[in-house]
């Protein structure tokens, strides 16, 4: 069984400053894990994905986030938050063809 | 686009009635899933079918029920619809590409129940 655990079901960032959105997993396999966004009143889109390899991965509009095992984290972090990255985040991690969801971070950027 | 479409997108419906949502996808993708989503859960999985006539149940499937007669629909059924099904509905598929299990989402359906 899997689970994951979002920290902050809301995050208010200034515009420019740091985007950290955290994402701890426990799994019983070695998981797949994923950021997905969601913005208003529209689907969920992926945002980016681990699956095996480097632990550091890139995703879209300049997000990535970096794999810890010894930590059960994956944590989402932008260098500079711009107004059009407020939307809400989900983590997932998935055991074959399940996904199992966090309860989502909606993140806030101030101007 | 993974070519997948939802309807209705938008219902209202009162307690006890029976409603049908149905999603439909274009690529001939095997997995099919159905999540709602609600504020501090994250999406929940319903049901999933892995093929023609093949379903299963996910997290939250009481009360709800599902068909999937050919590959291109999905077919989430409540069969009386209450208060505490008044959600957004997710739609998604399996892109089953490169082994990974990454998954694509329909638009969504927002139902409430009145």
């Known amino acids: 069984a899997q689970s994951v655990t979002q920290l902050g079901s809301h995050v208010s960032v200034s515009e420019g400053a740091l985007v950290l959105l955290r994402c701890n997993y426990s799994?019983?396999?070695?998981?797949?894990l994923f950021w997905y966004v969601q913005y208003p009143n529209q689907g969920l889109q992926l945002l980016l994905k681990?699956?095996?390899?480097?632990?550091l991965v890139k995703g879209i509009n300049g997000f990535e986030a970096e794999f810890k095992k010894s930590e059960t984290s994956f944590h989402l972090t932008k260098p500079s938050a711009h107004m059009s990255d407020a939307a809400e985040y989900f983590c997932?991690?998935?055991?074959?063809?399940?996904?199992?969801f966090g309860g989502g971070t909606r993140l806030m950027v101030k101007p | 686009d993974a070519g997948i479409t939802q309807s209705p997108r938008h219902k209202v419906t009162e307690t006890g009635t029976p409603v049908t949502l149905r999603c439909h996808q274009t690529?001939?993708?095997?997995?099919m899933y159905w999540y709602r989503q609600d504020p501090g859960h994250g999406l929940r999985l319903i049901h999933y079918?892995?093929?023609?006539?093949?379903?299963d149940k996910g997290e939250v499937s009481d009360g709800y029920s599902v068909s999937r007669s050919k590959t291109e629909d999905f077919l989430l059924t409540l069969e009386s619809a209450t208060s505490s099904q008044t959600s957004v509905y997710f739609c998604?598929?399996?892109?089953?590409?490169?082994?990974?299990?990454?998954?694509?989402f329909g638009p969504g359906t927002r139902l409430t129940v009145l």
């Open positions: 690529e001939n993708h095997r997995y």
């Open positions: 997932a991690v998935s055991a074959g063809n399940m996904l199992t």
């Open positions: 799994s019983s396999v070695p998981p797949y």
């Open positions: 681990y699956t095996t390899g480097a632990t």
């Open positions: 998604a598929i399996t892109s089953g590409t490169g082994g990974f299990h990454e998954q694509f």
């Open positions: 079918s892995y093929g023609v006539k093949d379903t």
